[in-house]
């Protein structure tokens, strides 16, 4: 062929071009309100459409897609593996096409905010984003612990939280977005009349020989926990056994009167009855905080999150490691970036 003949020739096809597979959203809604309400009867309500409908929507998904996504029987409805597996992709589409349908109409959904538990510094980076983004809803919640809350910003339950991401595993990582906040030091609950509550900080070294809860047992919390493993790890010091979670003030000064266990924490961990609230030392440890979406979000409230947090960052110092200053390693690395 010349050369010239050859220049015009077309490109030729690829045998087997990939199949692309366009899933209606209403499906979608389907399986996702049969998949939370675990009934047909229940989900159909919800959608405001005929049982009939609902499952007709069911069934054709599950066709498309060539698998079944539930297991029914006339006593109940429960999701197969596969649609297990399926349950975050679809809450993640769904909130996409709600956060489009919102741009497009000028408006945006209710964004929900993990601030992981009441009086941190986070509320101030809240309360700023809703001076930069008025129009938006930013709404509070709290999750305690980052672990938890990752895995509900995966599923689509939840939108923005705050925490250690290295300590998440790398899996659930790969579907986040993180922007480095604070390396907030760290500090110990001490039981009223504990030795160390005499003093103004503690140096680590003198906890050598404690059991020190942090969090162990508490799926939530994994991340702190694995935290105070680095941290323990050639001092001498223990990690104190599981207890019961406290949720309150009284709960957690019962508890506190009775383990006499001193509680890692950090220096804005709000007060606490029964307990004196003491800074660590020699070295500072720090807990590398970051605030965490899904990957892909876009959302107006997203936007004036991470311009508050870095205008409290700037302007607080929170990104200054001080000097002694501890952290682990991967943390570090991680705190250098961000997406």
């Known amino acids: 062929m010349p050369a010239e003949s050859a220049a015009r020739a077309e490109p030729v096809a690829p045998v087997n071009p990939p199949t692309r ?23 159909a309500a919800r959608l405001y459409v005929a049982q ?20 029914r029987s006339t006593r109940q409805v429960a999701p197969t593996a596969d649609g297990e597996r399926l349950l975050p992709y679809a809450r993640r589409v ?28 986070f509320g101030r980076i809240l309360e700023r984003a809703r ?6 809803e930013l709404m509070a919640r709290f999750e305690s612990g980052l672990t938890h809350a990752a895995a509900e910003i995966a599923a689509g339950r939840l939108d923005v939280s705050f925490g250690r991401f290295a300590g998440l595993d790398p899996a659930l990582r790969a579907g986040l977005a993180q922007q480095p906040v604070r390396y907030e030091p760290m500090a110990v609950l001490l039981p009223a009349g504990h030795p160390l509550a005499e003093l103004d900080a503690v140096p680590l070294d003198a906890l050598a020989g404690e059991a020190v809860y942090a969090g162990a047992g508490n799926p939530r919390t994994r991340e702190w926990t694995d935290l105070a493993r680095h941290l323990f790890e050639g001092r001498g010091i223990e990690i ?23 509680v890692l924490a950090v220096v804005d961990f709000p007060a606490m009855p029964g307990a004196e609230l003491r800074p660590l030392i020699d070295p500072v440890p720090l807990s590398p905080v970051s605030l965490v979406w899904r990957k892909g979000l876009i959302h107006p409230g997203v936007t004036a999150l991470r ?7 700037a302007a ?24």
Not at 104 to 118: F, I, Q
């Open 21 to 43: 597979r366009d899933v209606d959203p209403r499906l979608l809604r389907a399986f996702v309100a049969v998949a939370e309400e675990l009934h047909f009867t229940r989900a």
């Open 52 to 71: 009939q409908a609902l499952s007709r929507d069911v069934r054709r998904l599950e066709r498309e897609l060539g698998t079944e996504l539930f297991v």
């Open 94 to 121: 769904l909130a996409a096409q709600d956060d489009l349908v919102a741009a497009a109409a000028g408006a945006a959904r209710p964004l929900l905010v993990d601030l992981n538990s009441p009086g941190l510094v």
């Open 131 to 136: 001076e930069l983004a008025p129009d938006c």
């Open 240 to 262: 104190a056994p599981p207890a019961p979670l406290a949720v309150g003030p009284e709960e957690f000064e019962r508890l506190m009167a009775k383990h006499r266990h001193p």
């Open 307 to 313: 311009a508050a947090a870095a205008e409290c960052a």
């Open 316 to 339: 607080e110092g929170w990104l200054e490691r001080p000097p002694h200053g501890w952290v682990p390693a991967a943390d570090a690395l991680i705190m250098m970036s961000q997406n």
